[in-house]
């Protein structure tokens, strides 16, 4: 069992930056996939950002430009950072992991964009 943790939420000014963490309670090998999802009150849950098989990145066409999705030297921690933030982006975040066969959630962390 893997436990995921995110930490770095909060309330942030239109145009502000962020950064994200989720940290893992080891080092994990074989990991598959890593990422960031959110999700705001009555909307569907999305991708926000990827690193999948061969270190390649994936980003949702909203963020493009303004995130950056990274990992540590050990692999164990996921950083999401967050620039130029916008209303929209105001929602849960959630860290990912596809370990082997297995999907691992984060808990969550509130990012609010607001004046």
Request: charged content about 15%; aromatic content about 10%.
């Amino acid at each position: 069992q893997v436990q995921l943790v995110e930490s770095g939420g909060g309330l942030v000014q239109p145009g502000g930056s962020l950064r994200l963490s989720c940290a893992a309670s080891r080092i994990i090998f074989s990991i598959y996939a890593i990422g960031w999802y959110r999700q705001a009150p009555g909307k569907q849950r999305e991708l926000v950002a990827a690193i999948s098989s061969g270190s390649s990145t994936n980003y949702a066409d909203s963020v493009k430009g303004r995130f950056t999705i990274s990992t540590n030297n050990a692999k164990n921690t996921v950083y999401l950072q967050m620039n130029s933030l916008k209303h929209e982006d105001t929602a849960v975040y959630c860290c990912y992991a596809k370990i082997g066969a297995v999907d691992y959630w984060g808990q969550g962390t509130q990012v609010t964009v607001s004046s």
